[in-house]
């Protein structure tokens, strides 16, 4: 147990539903990651947030929505996505201070995600 | 672009010491380097990182050449639950106020731990 929670586990939906994945870290951080792990590829950064604003977003596609309400929540909303999305979605956080040089981030177990 | 280049796989007794190589020629003065392991079907875990001396902790030990070009993880006595894929990354910390940085991982090293 890292600290960092997420559900589903494990996720199938068509390309038309509406989905969101869910993040929940216990360890009092300030920041919070989503990264995405598709079969055979390294893990790729999606968003960033770091006292509750996104900071960072590696040009996503819009199908991919995310929301952070506190700093301990972290949601993916998923809408009209496509086959090739499946994948691993990983939540991590980290705390953020003025010197962030060991700052390491704790992930949670991932979503596996299939869009049929 | 990759700043970090890793063997793409290797294998190590049980009960052995596991030596993972990493290779950052192009690592500036102010980068550290972080170790991160992800078993099957698990999120990746932190293992340690440094910056230019050497590191121990209870998981793994830390070697950092002294022209920092190059270092090596090493974990002490391999069991069977070593068994995962190791990423070696550098990172520059960030002094900002309020700043985080996402990690950039590349493809690792996968360690294979034999009976």
């Known amino acids: 147990e890292t600290g960092v929670t997420q559900t589903p586990r494990h996720l199938v939906m068509g390309m038309t539903n509406k989905k969101s994945l869910k993040c929940e870290q216990h360890l009092g951080h300030n920041a919070m990651y989503w990264y995405k792990q598709s079969a055979k590829k390294p893990l790729e950064l999606m968003f960033v947030y770091s006292l509750e604003e996104r900071v960072e977003n590696n040009s996503v596609p819009s199908r991919f929505s995310p929301e952070c309400p506190n700093s301990s929540h972290l949601f993916l909303h998923l809408h009209t996505l496509q086959p090739e999305d499946s994948a691993l979605y990983l939540c991590?956080?980290?705390?953020?201070?003025?010197?962030?040089?060991?700052?390491?981030?704790?992930f949670g177990p991932g979503t596996r995600l299939t869009v049929l | 672009d990759a700043k970090t280049t890793q063997p793409t796989s290797m294998d190590c007794a049980e009960g052995r010491a596991a030596n993972l190589p990493c290779n950052h020629s192009?690592?500036?003065?102010?980068?550290?380097v972080y170790w991160y392991r992800q078993i099957h079907s698990q999120g990746p875990q932190y293992i340690i990182h440094?910056?230019?001396n050497n590191e121990t902790n209870e998981m793994a030990s830390l070697i950092i050449t002294e022209d920092r070009k190059s270092s090596t993880l090493i974990l002490p006595h391999a069991t069977l639950r070593d068994t995962a894929v190791y990423y070696c990354i550098v990172r520059v910390p960030l002094y900002s106020g309020g700043g985080a940085d996402g990690l950039t991982f590349g493809k690792g090293t996968h360690l294979i731990i034999q009976p």
């Open positions: 991590a956080s980290s705390q953020v201070s003025g010197l962030a040089y060991n700052n390491e981030q704790f």
């Open positions: 440094g910056l230019k």
């Open positions: 192009t690592i500036s003065g102010n980068e550290y």
